[in-house]
């Protein structure tokens, strides 16, 4: 007997069209976006920040804030019209067959719960009956399909005890918990370096190919978007600029906007001659250079006896010795957990060290102490992964920016004219300065945040994955302005990634991190083109092939 549902696609967006309403009138936010979902397809859903695509999840997942309308069109799960159905079915309808990945990680999980306290509350929500030994080990199960080591003694610890990446796989994680038929996602990999995000994916599509689940994958970046998914819809301004299978978008695009994106996709080169770029080295003046040496980070671990007060020590860095070159750009990559960002913060004064030292030129400052104390703070300005949890809420943009501007290292005094200008070179508008970051896209939010680091006018910045939030064509344009930067205003930077492309594009010269040590070091192409190292070459690997040459 066939199955009536079958005759429909498991989701269809019908002609959806929104519109924002204020008190001083509305803007239209969506128009006419007509797409299908069936059982076991990925459809990726890609433009760039402010396209809609995020607007067309939460649509889907009924998130949408009061302030939006629905002008015309139709959501259908199965054929039935969800706004037919009485709120209380169609809560039920959502809750049991829709689940969300989230691209903020901070805000989806809750940092007074254990993750395994979380994992275990969406299972029960979902299956209420279940006993709790069969929740414990479907909660042990899932940390480990989405790559958390030692899932079972993990469950008792807490979101903060996690690295950025890690989290995000637990939200993934959480995610699957329901068993749902659809997931939304959106920029599910933002966070995850490159042999960790290939994993996810690949997790991902096995999923899709062996329970039927389907997924609508919204994501700026078209690297994702080659590897799993098998349709792809291109959003623009609110638009449907094109969709197609994957194939035919990535190698035969129809739209003179999609060929723009692809364009703008940062190439990883393996192959070719090598350009000669200046990089640190044992001969260079000590006046022109900051050094650390002997880094060690370690943070106490619970063990069988911690009740005795005795505690094991784990390493996040262990005797890392670096050196970056003033007026250059140096890069660190390494998985998620290898303490790429831990590095980061202990340079910035943020964090203490266990041991060590860092000097700037001939200063010597005591790594083992952090904020004022350190005598880095002022010095160092850091550009954060994550800058919905770096910006203050409560702050416009232009407060953010202003305050940067005249209590910075280095203050000229003409904040306001610096500000705007500033917002010019990061390719913002400046009607954005009115507004607070809850009003701004998350590439936006990420643009103001290097723009306030920029306006301090640091000797050092320190950019945690600077660009990972923003779309390729306005990474292009960052990457361009912080060669700009550096070049102008001789700033010394430690640029933390796990783009690999972005770092070859970028810096002169690059350390690799591997478990808190240092496993391979070199100029940039040397270290892309060239490096023997099995972990160096595994993360190479794990780049998209669409996007290698």
Avoid at 131 to 153: C, M, S
Avoid at 429 to 438: S, V
Wanted: glycine letters at 8%; one cysteine or more; aromatic letters at 4%.
């Amino acid at each position: 007997m066939t199955d009536p549902m079958s005759a429909y696609p498991l989701l269809a967006v019908q002609n959806l069209s929104l519109q924002h309403r204020t008190a001083t009138g509305t803007t239209p936010i969506l128009h006419n976006i007509s797409f299908d979902l069936a059982r076991g397809e990925v459809v990726g859903l890609i433009g760039e920040s402010g396209a809609g695509k995020s607007t067309v999840g939460n649509a889907i997942l009924d998130l949408l804030a009061p302030e939006f309308e629905r002008t015309s069109g139709e959501i259908l799960i199965n054929g039935e019209n969800l706004e037919l159905v009485d709120r209380r079915n169609r809560d039920q309808i959502r809750r049991r067959k829709i689940s969300a990945i989230f691209q903020d990680h901070t805000t989806s999980l809750d940092p007074l719960m254990t993750i395994g306290a979380q994992i275990e509350e969406t299972i029960r929500a979902i299956n209420p009956q279940i006993l709790r030994k069969a929740v414990q080990r479907r909660a042990i199960e899932l940390l480990a399909r989405v790559g958390i080591d030692n899932p079972a003694e993990r469950l008792r610890d807490y979101p903060h005890q996690f690295s950025g990446g890690q989290r995000q796989r637990i939200v993934i994680a959480i995610a699957l918990a329901g068993s749902p038929e659809i997931i939304i996602a959106d920029e599910p990999t933002s966070a995850l370096d490159a042999t960790v995000q290939k994993q996810i994916l690949e997790l991902l599509r096995k999923l899709v190919d062996e329970t039927g689940v389907s997924i609508i994958l919204v994501t700026h970046d078209m690297g994702v978007v080659a590897q799993i998914a098998d349709r792809v819809v291109v959003m623009r301004h609110g638009q449907v600029a094109e969709q197609d299978v994957a194939s035919e978008v990535l190698e035969r695009p129809k739209s003179d906007y999609t060929r723009k994106l692809l364009a703008a996709v940062p190439k990883l080169r393996i192959n070719g001659s090598l350009e000669v770029r200046s990089g640190p080295n044992k001969s260079l003046d000590p006046n022109t250079s900051i050094v650390g040496e002997g880094i060690t980070k370690t943070f106490p671990v619970r063990g069988p006896l911690s009740f005795l007060g005795k505690s094991q020590d784990k390493g996040a860095l262990r005797d890392i010795s670096f050196r970056l070159e003033r007026g250059a750009i140096t890069g660190v990559v390494g998985e998620s957990g290898s303490g790429k960002s831990t590095l980061g913060r202990l340079l910035a004064g943020l964090d203490r060290s266990s041991a060590g030292e860092i000097r700037i030129g001939e200063e010597v400052f005591n790594a083992s102490r952090s904020g004022a104390r350190s005598g880095l703070l002022g010095r160092v300005q850091m550009i954060f992964q994550d800058p919905a949890v770096s910006l203050n809420p409560r702050m416009s943009v232009e407060k953010t920016l202003l305050e940067s501007a005249r209590y910075g290292a280095q203050a000229t005094g003409r904040g306001r004219d610096e500000v705007g200008a500033m917002m010019d070179r990061v390719g913002l508008a400046r009607t954005l300065l009115a507004r607070y970051p809850h009003q701004l896209s998350g590439g936006q939010k990420q643009r103001v945040a290097i723009a306030r680091a920029l306006l301090a006018r640091p000797d050092i910045i320190v950019a945690d994955e600077p660009t990972s939030a923003l779309d390729v064509s306005v990474q292009a344009e960052v990457i361009h302005l912080l060669k700009e930067v550096v070049a102008e205003q001789h700033v010394t930077m430690m640029f933390i990634s796990h783009d690999l492309a972005v770092v070859q594009d970028l810096c002169s010269f690059v350390y690799v991190l591997k478990g808190g040590q240092i496993v391979d070091s070199g100029s940039s192409d040397v270290i892309f083109m060239h490096s023997q190292h099995p972990y160096t070459r595994s993360l190479i690997e794990a780049r998209p092939r669409h996007f290698i040459h």
